[in-house]
T-cell receptor, first 111, second 113 residues
């Protein structure tokens, strides 16, 4: 099956700093989503981005489908950004609908 | 859009008991998915419905697990004869047909004593 690798596995930032999270995947995809799982376990949709670039406030994401990677940018980080960020993909042309998740990047933003 | 609703939020039960969870998807979504997440891991796919038809099942879904979506709306996930290893967060998601984003509920956290 498709492989999804996220880096870095852990990240500690001071409030106000910027960061870039990376997601590499092994096959072509027709769905790529970024999620934030907060400390209460809620999985929050950030972006649906199988290709291209999107921005939402302090967050933006870029997926380069031909090179099989996606980047999530967090600018001016806040303590509320803490949690685990997951990338999840659905492979193209398999008929499968399940998302395959990476192992996540655990982000801690310190005041 | 009221979001995906899951009940209960928490379930504590003794080993060997049966448990059932419910998921109400976003109303116009015809696809519904179940995932399981253990501590420190990403969610793993269990099964998927399109309307009332169960179209895909993971190898994780042992014969103690059964899922239904009888009228193509809400879904239930039952675990029979629970084991310690079933302790996890059970997440439900829904989506429209086609290459569309999946939207997740807040999950049901199962603890086996």
């Amino acid at each position: 099956g498709i492989q999804v690798e996220q880096s870095p596995p852990d990240l500690i930032l001071q409030e106000g700093a910027n960061s870039t999270l990376r997601c590499n995947f092994s096959d072509s995809v027709n769905n790529l989503q970024w999620f934030h799982q907060n400390p209460w376990g809620q999985l929050i949709n950030l972006f649906y981005i199988p290709s291209g670039t999107k921005q939402n406030g302090r967050l933006s994401a870029t997926t380069v489908a031909t090179e099989r990677y996606s980047l999530l940018y967090i600018s001016s980080s806040q303590t509320t950004d803490s949690g685990v960020y997951f990338c999840a993909v659905n492979p193209m042309d398999t008929g499968r609908r399940a998302l395959t998740f990476g192992s996540g990047t655990r982000l801690q933003v310190q005041p | 859009d009221t979001g995906v609703s899951q009940n209960p939020r928490h379930k504590i039960t003794k080993r060997g008991q049966n448990v059932t969870f419910r998921c109400d998807p976003i109303s116009e979504h015809n696809r519904l998915y179940w995932y399981r997440q253990t501590l420190g891991q990403g969610p793993e796919f269990l099964t998927y419905f399109q309307n009332e038809a169960q179209l895909e099942k993971s190898r994780l879904l042992s014969d103690r697990f059964s899922a239904e979506r009888p009228k193509g709306s809400f879904s239930t996930l039952e675990i029979q004869r629970t084991e310690q290893g079933d302790s996890a967060m059970y997440l439900c998601a829904s989506s429209l047909e086609g290459a569309r984003p999946q939207h997740f509920g807040d999950g049901t956290r199962l603890s086996i004593l």
